[in-house]
């Protein structure tokens, strides 16, 4: 149960995060120069989410129902650290 509300809470994050071109939100301000970084983050984040579905669907596979478990528990917990750490470089506080 634990691991379904941190995977909700996850969803909840990336869902509701800010966005928008920064012209228009004045709270976040993202030079040109930063965007390559970010979109090297956005690709990460998509890489794992395509990761997580491939092994999500091999849970229905006999026998490997526990050890694709085990890699999505994995994927997520990369996929949240790479969302903090691009949030991190978006707000200017990430730690070097």
């Known amino acids: 149960m634990k691991r379904v509300l941190e995977a909700?809470?996850?969803?909840?994050?990336i869902r509701h995060a800010e966005q928008g071109y920064s012209g228009f939100s004045f709270a976040i301000q993202?030079?040109?120069n930063e965007l390559?970084?970010?979109y090297e983050?956005?690709?990460s984040?998509?890489?794992g989410i395509q990761s997580l579905d491939a092994r999500i669907a091999a849970i229905?596979?006999?026998?490997?129902?526990l050890?694709?478990?085990k890699e999505c528990i994995g994927i997520l917990e990369q996929v949240r650290l790479t969302f903090k750490r691009r949030i991190a470089?978006?707000?200017?506080t990430e730690v070097a």
């Open 60 to 65: 229905a596979e006999p026998g490997k129902a």
């Open 8 to 13: 909700q809470e996850l969803e909840g994050l």
């Open 30 to 32: 993202v030079k040109e």
């Open 36 to 38: 390559d970084r970010l």
């Open 89 to 92: 470089a978006i707000t200017g």
């Open 67 to 69: 050890p694709s478990v």
């Open 41 to 43: 983050f956005d690709l």
């Open 45 to 47: 984040l998509l890489e």
